[in-house]
C-alpha cells in the first residue's frame, strides 16, 4: 500500500507564489510516476501536472504552463509543486497521486494512489 500526503496549501493573494509538497510512503518510490490534480468549487477535479519515476519527462496542463514547475526528490520521497504568477482560476483542492503508469497519471482518476488534498484559495 501506497500512502499519500500533500501538503503546503493556504491562502494567497493573486500574482503570489506557493510550493505544494507530496510525501510519499509504503513502497519504492522510484517505481512511481508522481501528478498533482486539482478540483475547484463545484468542479470536476483536473489535471495539473505529472513527472516520470525518474523525472526525465513532465507534463502540465495548458492553464499552468510557464507558471508552474513539477519536481521530485527521490532521496526524500517527495514530489513538489512550485506554483507562481497564482490566480483566483487556480483555487482548489490540489491533489497529489502516484501510479506505476505515467500514462495512467495523465488520465484523471487513472492513478492508483491518492492523497486527501490540500486547499489552495488565491486571493484577489
Known amino acids: 500500500q501506497v500512502q499519500v500526503v500533500e501538503s503546503g496549501g493556504g491562502l494567497v493573494q493573486a500574482g503570489g507564489s506557493l510550493r505544494l509538497s507530496c510525501a510519499v510512503s509504503?513502497?519504492?518510490?522510484?517505481?512511481?510516476?508522481m501528478g498533482w490534480f486539482r478540483q475547484a468549487p463545484g468542479k470536476e477535479r483536473d489535471f495539473v501536472a505529472a513527472i516520470s519515476a525518474y523525472g526525465r519527462t513532465t507534463s502540465y496542463a495548458d492553464s499552468v504552463k510557464g507558471r508552474f514547475t513539477v519536481s521530485r526528490d527521490n532521496a526524500k520521497n517527495a514530489v513538489y509543486l512550485e506554483m507562481n504568477s497564482l490566480n483566483s482560476e487556480d483555487t482548489g483542492v490540489y491533489f497529489c497521486a502516484a501510479d506505476v503508469s505515467y500514462s495512467a497519471i495523465i488520465r484523471v482518476g487513472g492513478a492508483e494512489y491518492w492523497g486527501k488534498g490540500t486547499l489552495v484559495t488565491v486571493s484577489l
Open positions: 509504503g513502497r519504492t518510490f522510484t517505481n512511481y510516476a
